[in-house]
């Protein structure tokens, strides 16, 4: 089935670092989506993107639709300490239906901050 | 207003029992999804509620899992005859839209842990 691939899987930077990871998948996404887990909580959605090469901010994380459409990008910039967490991409798996959107996550990349 | 809401937060049970699990979602979200986290792993997708529509149950694991959603309102995921396999953090969402083009709101998930 349609799988996400997330890369690094860990990172541990020092505050004030830029960070940059990425997503890839062998199938094509028509959405993608970045989501960021707390410990002991549900994730929450950072940003969603939804056109080939389209670029968005949020505050110091932006993220990229690739071009093939087959990856996707996303980078904080000047980390700080509660930016610690599991960054997840997410999408509606391909082929997608008319009437609903089942969504699949990768397998995270687990930010560290040293302050 | 009130987010998803999960309980037990914690479940210890004892191998070969049945488990269920609640979720209120938020009220007027019309999608609901079930999904699955292990240790250091990412979101399993397991099943997933639109509306009055059949719901997608493509992501079950096995038939011992079951998900029912009353008055399209609370869901109850079921596992019966429990394994220590099945031990994880069970996290529900809801959305007002499809899901890949609105936010999933999660709740803090329930951490069912199988002895």
């Known amino acids: 089935g349609q799988q996400l691939n997330q890369s690094p899987q860990s990172m541990f930077i020092q505050e004030g670092e830029d960070v940059s990871m990425n997503c890839t998948s062998s199938s094509i996404f028509n959405t993608w989506l970045w989501y960021k887990q707390d410990p002991g909580e549900g994730p929450v959605l950072l940003i969603a993107l939804y056109k080939a090469g389209e670029l968005t901010s949020n505050g110091r994380l932006t993220a990229q639709f690739g071009i093939t459409r087959k990856d996707s990008f996303l980078n904080i910039s000047a980390s700080i300490p509660s930016d610690v967490g599991i960054y997840f991409c997410?999408?509606?798996?391909?082929?997608?239906?008319?009437?609903?959107?089942?969504?699949?996550f990768g397998p995270g990349t687990s930010l560290s901050v040293i302050p | 207003g009130a987010g998803v809401s999960q309980s037990p937060s914690n479940k210890v049970t004892e191998k070969g029992k049945d488990v269920e699990l609640r979720c209120d979602p938020i009220?007027?979200?019309?999608?609901l999804y079930w999904y699955r986290q292990s240790l250091g792993q990412g979101l399993e997708f397991l099943i997933y509620?639109?509306?009055?529509?059949?719901?997608?149950k493509s992501g079950l694991p096995s038939d011992r899992f079951s998900a029912e959603r009353t008055g399209g309102s609370v869901s109850t995921l079921t596992i019966q005859r429990t394994q220590q396999e099945d031990s994880a953090v069970y996290l529900c969402?809801?959305?007002?839209?499809?899901?890949?083009?609105?936010?999933?709101?999660f709740g803090n998930g329930t951490r069912l842990t199988v002895t």
């Open positions: 969402t809801s959305t007002s839209g499809r899901g890949g083009n609105s936010p999933l709101h």
């Open positions: 997410a999408g509606p798996a391909p082929p997608m239906k008319t009437s609903y959107d089942k969504v699949i």
């Open positions: 509620f639109q509306g009055n529509s059949a719901p997608d």
């Open positions: 009220s007027g979200h019309t999608a």
